[in-house]
């Protein structure tokens, strides 16, 4: 494998890594996910959203 | 429950934007250079000249290194979504699933599977598999575009779908009226085809560089053939794409079409506005010129924005204060329609809770009746509904000029290619090197028009930015954006260093 070839895979790897390692796992929850158990407290969440000024 | 306080909701705005302007560094030239290489790689087969083959790899080879460092970096944009614009989301989340599904299926599968073949496939499949497999790859990421900016479009164009207020989710009603809005149609051709234009001069910059050096002439001459026809035909289709996606925005955001255009009072005969510098902090009511000068085409706005020289074009007075000759009802009388939708949607979750069917279904009626101008029951001021006119007045005027420089360059070199005089013109040489980056910044300022334009707006009239966002802390938000400002740089700088390198290096014989 050629000198490039390497340079991009270890950059690919570094950046993946980073990206859902890292930022997904420590910086990055769902919002919804973490904070209603369900479908129902989340569209119950939006629509307190929407009905207050 | 209060609106997202105003940090929370720029900060989330910044972060967002610095992300979706790193990605769109690194998406056009990968779209671009994908046909470049399958269009060399074309000719080579047809004419058998091991030559193009040589060209296609090292074209190649830069496509090789911008879509290693460049891919993925838009599934931070989809990280952003479930964290800082999770309201947005939620009420979006079943007319986007689609088209992102798709849009990841089409790259994962159908872009990697041949990238893999393309890039490695070299002397162990066959020319004409090979060839197959390149033209596979440019049209998986074609693809792939389109499925983001059917997302994109809808956002501004928010068609074929209702809103359920049981569940606060946009339904939709019809998958092809929204994977096939003139809006997604328009603004598809456009992006795409000014990423084919930041290729071009990328090709055509480099190539002439090496003429400089009096490197590579061969490969040099036939890739600037190859580049400026692409380029010119390309530049000439963002112009057509670009009056067809104006006349999209004159029917379905003409405040976005009258801060692009700098019309602040709406008149028939509308003429355009080619140059022009806009008086700072003069009201939209003010009656008087709200330009230090201005250079205008008469009558084009008209014939542009409704293929009708003498049609009426609203400027922004109209369209806040309103126009009842041309039918055009006050941002004041939105607000009162968006309140009885808001004031009829609390209604609704309350009688639901207490099973009371009657009122569900007057409240239901009233909301259903007022529900499209919903989102301007969270504007305060009608002049919130007005964008940042000076950013995207000079953003679309520099985009349109640096595009018609480009269709001009691109035409002179072509005369001199054929001239056989290219070689000679040391000044045009060095003008298309230092247009490479004008392509990457005309391309950008599209998007700030496209996005800046839009404001307040998340969802067209239906949701405003301020509303789409989480309640979360604005302090994590500043964080993650100085974060992704230091990644992204990293990455971008990694690229530009790779890239100069495999340039300097050159093509290999």
């Known amino acids: 494998m050629s000198l490039l070839n390497k340079r991009l895979w270890l950059i690919v790897f570094i950046k993946l890594f980073i990206m859902f390692a890292i930022l997904k796992l420590f910086l990055f929850k769902d919002f919804f996910k973490t904070n209603f158990d369900n479908d129902s407290k989340r569209s119950e969440y939006v629509i307190k959203t929407l009905t207050n000024k | ?509």
Request: charge should be positive; avoid cysteine; glycine fraction near 6%.
């Open chain 2, 1 to 509: 429950m209060t609106i997202a306080d105003i940090s929370l909701v720029d900060w989330s705005r910044a972060q967002f934007a610095l992300t979706a302007i790193y990605h769109w560094i690194f998406v056009p030239l990968t779209l671009g250079l994908s046909v470049v290489m399958a269009i060399m790689e074309s000719l080579y087969i047809i004419t058998k000249n091991e030559e193009w083959k040589k060209i296609t790899k090292f074209w190649m080879s830069l496509f090789a290194i911008n879509f290693a460092i460049g891919a993925a970096t838009g599934i931070i944009l989809e990280f952003e979504f479930g964290t800082n614009w999770a309201n947005y989301s939620w009420i979006v989340g079943d007319i986007f699933g689609a088209p992102l599904a798709i849009e990841g299926i089409m790259a994962f599968f159908l872009e990697s599977t041949f990238i893999a073949l393309m890039f490695f496939g070299w002397n162990k499949v066959g020319k004409k598999t090979h060839l197959l497999s390149t033209w596979l790859v440019t049209i998986g990421s074609t693809l792939s575009s389109w499925w983001i900016l059917v997302a994109n479009a809808w956002m501004n164009n928010p068609v074929g779908m209702k809103f359920n207020p049981d569940t606060a989710r946009s339904e939709m009603l019809n998958f092809w009226e929204v994977a096939f809005s003139p809006f997604a149609i328009h603004k598809f051709l456009h992006t795409v085809t000014s990423g084919y234009v930041v290729a071009a001069l990328f090709v055509v910059g480099i190539s002439s560089w090496y003429l400089i050096k009096k490197r590579h002439k061969s490969f040099s001459l036939k890739s600037i053939a190859i580049g400026s026809i692409f380029g010119l035909v390309s530049s000439l289709f963002v112009v057509i794409s670009g009056d067809s996606s104006t006349y999209q925005i004159a029917h379905k955001q003409p405040i976005k079409l009258a801060a692009l255009e700098g019309v602040y009072k709406g008149s028939t005969n509308a003429p355009i506005v080619a140059i022009g510098l806009i008086k700072n902090n003069v009201p939209i009511n003010e009656t008087s010129n709200h330009f230090l000068f201005k250079i205008e085409f008469p009558n084009m706005l008209s014939q542009l924005a409704f293929k009708n020289k003498n049609a009426f074009v609203p400027g922004l007075f109209d369209l806040v204060y309103g126009n009842y000759l041309y039918g055009i009802d006050p941002v004041s009388k939105r607000m009162e329609r968006g309140t009885i939708a808001m004031t009829a949607l609390n209604s609704y979750k309350s009688a639901k809770s207490k099973m009371d069917t009657v009122q569900m279904s007057l409240s239901l009626k009233d909301f259903n009746e007022n529900v499209k101008d919903l989102g301007y029951a969270y504007i305060n001021n009608p002049l919130d509904v007005v964008p940042n006119v000076p950013l995207t007045f000079y953003s679309f005027h520099l985009m349109v000029g640096l595009g018609m420089y480009f269709i001009i360059l691109f035409f002179v070199i072509l005369i001199f290619v054929w001239l056989k005089w290219i070689v000679k013109i040391k000044l045009l040489l060095w003008l298309t090197v230092l247009t490479i980056p004008l392509g990457f910044i005309a391309s950008e300022l599209g998007w700030v028009v496209a996005e800046v334009g839009r404001q307040p707006w998340a969802i067209q009239d239906l949701l405003p930015v301020s509303k789409a966002t989480s309640h979360i802390n604005a302090s994590n938000v500043q964080i993650t954006f100085i974060l992704f400002a230091v990644l992204f740089t990293i990455l971008l700088l990694a690229n530009i260093k790779i890239l100069l390198t495999q340039i300097k290096q050159g093509p290999k014989d």
